[in-house]
Every structure is written in C-alpha cells, then in structure tokens.
C-alpha cells in the first residue's frame, strides 16, 4: 500500500480508501449481510488501508455503525473520515449532527469531517465557526468539503482551511482538471475522488451502456429521454461514452490488465489526487482495489488512457457535478 500526505496535515492515508456507503445496503445497494461488511472493513485493515469514508447519510448512520462495531479496540489503526448533510449546516444543526455522528461510530472523535454538499443559503462562515469550535473541543481533527467547486472552494480557504476536497472523478469524468484541481494544487488541498468506477460501468461488467440499469444510469452520460432516474434533462453523451469505453477496453486488453483496477491506477497517477475513494461490499473486492495500488501503469498507458477520453471529456465540460445540468448545477 502506498500512503500520501493528506493537504498539509499531518495525516498519511492510503492510496486507497475503502468507501463505506455499500455496506449501509438499502434500496441503492441491495441487502447487505452486517458479518461480511465487518469482515470486509478488517480486510482492509489487513491490505494496508487505513482510510474510511462515511457519511451521517449512508443508511441514516447505519454505516457510520458498522464501522463503529468493526473498529472497537482498533482506533490507532484507522483513519476516520464522516460527513455532515447540506441541510445541517447551521452551528446548532452542525453540532448535533457531529455528537450523532461520534454515536454511532462510538468513538471521540472524528479525524476528517466533511461538509457533504455547499449550501448557499446558510452563510459559510457560521458552519466554519462551528467546524472550529467542534475541533477545538478535539471531537474532529480536520475539516474537508465534498463537491465544492472553485468558487465555493475560494470562499471556504478565504475563511478556514480544508485539508481535503472530496470530488466525482474518474476516467469517464474528469470534469474538476479544468480549474478545481489547480487551485487545489496552489493552496495544498488534497483530492479524494469518489465513484472512480462510475458506479460499475468502468469494471467491465456491463458488455454496452444498455445494460447499465436505471438505478446506476442518473448522470450527465445518459440521455434524460431514455433514463427515467436522470435529473439534468439533457441529451447526455451516451455515443462518447460507449466510445470511451470501447477504446479503454482495448487498452486494458493489450496490456493484459484488468479493467477496474486499471481505472484506479490511472486516478492515482494525477496532480493532487490523495486518495481514490473505492466502495467494497466484501472482502474480495476490497482486495480487488487495494491490488491497484501495485499497478504502476506506464506513461504510454496513461497518455492512451487520458486521449481516450479526451472526447468524452469535451462534450460533458467542465460542470464538476456529475447529476445536474449547467444551470442547476450544486457546485459552482
């Protein structure tokens, strides 16, 4: 396992993170059996992850529970990162959702705890104070923001400092390398991507985009004629990313390499990514992620990889939230 330095704190996490909104279940992930979530969060511990993502709104904190259950006795080991909703932005809300949030995981405090999404209409500089009172008190250590695109991420570093912004990313989304990954890069934020698989589609397990069911088929990539659960209302871009995959496929068959793992290996080979944010339901595929830490892709790899999507990348532009179209977009 590979370990970087977390913005400018003095945290080192792993290059892979283990994602904990799957082993919540629920209707977007299916049943989910407790024993096998625990046993795949001690994998992780046992392959050298020592980073976990969560969030109050996984499975209304069933899955900051889990990872309670799972870490008693093991605090020094492990890297604990949870989020506070958009709608608990206030200090009063902000400080009952964070005592909610050390409940469930029955720790004392939290090592990053994120804003989940901007809220415009309560003033930034009220949370922050909150987020600095909380880590006085020592219940968090750091705060992140998740989805806070350049403006947003301006206002916030004009006011306090992020160690980390938590951001979609991935080869079929690289909407953040147009101006929020520079500025990350000038003030030493560090990035942690999330979905880097696109929900599935970048492990090959889909043989065409049609395949891909509903449930996983809600961003800017599909047409909101076709898909019933998009919210952006437009076109997509579905021929550039059958095209996308089709050439990525390719690539990952010549070199005799796996498709997934591939797609992790090439985020961690950009400017100011941290850590790759990679959800696992069980130990298989913890070890699965945790394998792509090893691949060190050659730069010919890289380069095909990156003009491969290059199109795709064009077309979907530089709106950082991978949901809403340009005028609605959450991230600004």
């Not at 050298?48 to 109050?56: M, P, V």
């Not at 005592?99 to 415009?120: C, F, T």
């Not at 990348?313 to 809403?324: F, S």
Request: aromatic letters at 6%; charged letters at 20%.
């Amino acid at each position: 396992m590979d370990y970087r330095k977390l913005g400018k704190s003095e945290l080192k996490v792993s290059a892979i993170c283990m994602g904990c909104w799957a082993i919540a279940g629920g209707n977007v992930w299916g049943p989910q059996d407790e024993a096998e979530a625990i046993n795949a969060l001690h994998t992780a511990v046992d392959v050298g992850i020592n980073f976990f993502d969560s969030a109050e709104g996984y499975g209304a904190g069933h899955s900051e529970e889990l990872i309670g259950k799972a870490f008693k006795g093991m605090r020094d080991r492990v890297i604990l990162a949870t989020k506070v909703s958009q709608g608990n932005l206030r200090p009063e809300d902000l400080r009952a959702a964070c005592e909610q949030s050390l409940k469930n995981l029955g720790m004392d405090y939290i090592d990053i705890y994120y804003i989940h999404w901007p809220n415009w209409n309560i003033p930034l500089a009220d949370t922050l104070g909150e987020m600095g009172r909380l880590k006085e008190e020592g219940k968090i250590r750091f705060v992140g923001c998740s989805n806070f695109g350049r403006r947003d991420l301006t206002d916030l570093l004009a006011l306090q400092r992020a160690e980390v912004n938590q951001l979609s990313y991935s080869l079929l989304f690289r909407a953040i390398e147009y101006d929020i990954v520079p500025l990350c890069q000038e003030h030493t934020v560090g990035i942690a991507t999330y979905s880097p698989l696109l929900h599935g589609i970048l492990t090959g397990k889909f043989p065409t985009l049609a395949n891909v069911p509903d449930e996983r088929a809600r961003t800017r990539h599909f047409s909101a004629t076709s898909r019933p659960m998009t919210r952006h209302g437009g076109s997509g871009a579905e021929p550039e990313t059958a095209a996308a995959l089709t050439q990525i496929r390719q690539i990952c068959d010549e070199a005799g390499l796996p498709m997934a793992q591939v797609a992790l290996a090439w985020i961690l080979k950009q400017p100011a990514v941290a850590t790759v944010i990679a959800g696992a339901r069980n130990p298989r595929q913890v070890q699965a992620n945790a394998a792509a830490v090893a691949l060190n892709l050659s730069d010919d790899i890289v380069t095909a990889l990156t003009a491969a999507t290059d199109p795709l990348k064009a077309k979907l532009g530089p709106n950082p939230d991978m949901w809403e179209n340009d005028a609605h977009s959450r991230m600004r």
